[in-house]
């Protein structure tokens, strides 16, 4: 492992985020040491958008010394140039194993809008998870300011029941084509995990609910987020997450409150 900085690696996620999971999942699979900064949604936007500079206010985000690396296929990419080789992503697999990122990359978003939807219908829920890690004034801010973050949030993330049916036709088309491509081995490209299925497993871990996460694995987040994803509950992709989670993930993270 390429070790050329003495600076450590800071990780800044939300905690309910699954892109911020995808990578978080890289670094432990990895063993590249990291501590992470669990952000208050609402209350991330600025640092985000400052530290990003690609007018974007997404996490994840990753800092070493002054650099800063957003988005979670970037982010790849540059772990891959400053700590690989990655034992996730053989060279000679790269192509596919990019291929398959983007595919499930392009489903993080649609599997947020289908959870929010019945989600926001249980606001002291969606509070508390927002403010897991919160200082007590992000805390108190975001709850008084929470009856205007929701109607911005619900139009940012298109929120409504138009786009949440065709959120919904593309997860459907994307777990189908997972259990296709599952007929022919445990994992996506190659013969062990690579961020092809630390991607997938990630993007659609908070429709599986493994037990594993923090979050994903509550009763209440089952019951009261992903109920409406019972229809693919027993489907053998949903299944596969879940084993994964097991076998490659084990139990996850739980950081220790800022104080
Ligand atoms: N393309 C980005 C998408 C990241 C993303 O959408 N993150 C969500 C959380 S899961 C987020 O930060 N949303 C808040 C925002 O957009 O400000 C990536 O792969 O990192």
Not at 37 to 55: I, S
Not at 130 to 148: D, G, H, I
Not at 203 to 222: D, N, Q, S, W
């Amino acid at each position: 492992m390429k070790m050329t900085d003495a600076h450590s690696l800071t990780l800044y996620t939300i905690n309910m985020s699954h892109y911020s999971e995808k990578i978080r999942w890289l670094l432990d699979y990895e063993n590249i040491p990291y501590q992470e900064e669990a952000l208050t949604p609402a209350v991330h936007t600025l640092p985000m958008l400052l530290k990003g500079k690609r007018q974007q206010t997404t996490v994840p985000l990753v800092q070493r010394g002054s650099e800063c690396v957003q988005d979670s296929p970037r982010i790849v990419n540059w772990l891959s140039m400053e700590y690989g080789p990655l034992k996730t992503m053989p060279a000679a697999l790269q192509e596919e194993i990019v291929a398959v990122q983007r595919r499930f990359d392009a489903i993080g978003k649609p599997v947020a809008r289908y959870l929010y939807l019945p989600g926001f219908a249980h606001d002291e829920l969606i509070k508390t998870i927002w403010t897991q890690f919160s200082t007590p004034w992000e805390s108190a801010v975001v709850r008084l300011f929470y009856p205007v973050i929701k109607p911005v949030f619900k139009i940012k993330l298109k929120i409504n029941p138009k786009d949440v049916a065709k959120a919904e036709q593309k997860i459907d088309a994307e777990i189908r084509w997972l259990e296709e491509e599952l007929k022919k081995g445990r994992y996506l490209v190659g013969d062990r995990l690579t961020v092809a299925d630390i991607t997938a497993a990630s993007l659609l871990a908070p429709l599986a609910c493994p037990v594993e996460h923090p979050i994903y694995g509550t009763k209440e987040f089952r019951e009261k987020m992903a109920g409406p994803a019972q229809k693919w509950a027993d489907s053998p992709a949903l299944e596969w997450v879940r084993n994964l989670y097991r076998d490659h993930r084990g139990k996850i993270w739980v950081r220790t409150p800022r104080s």
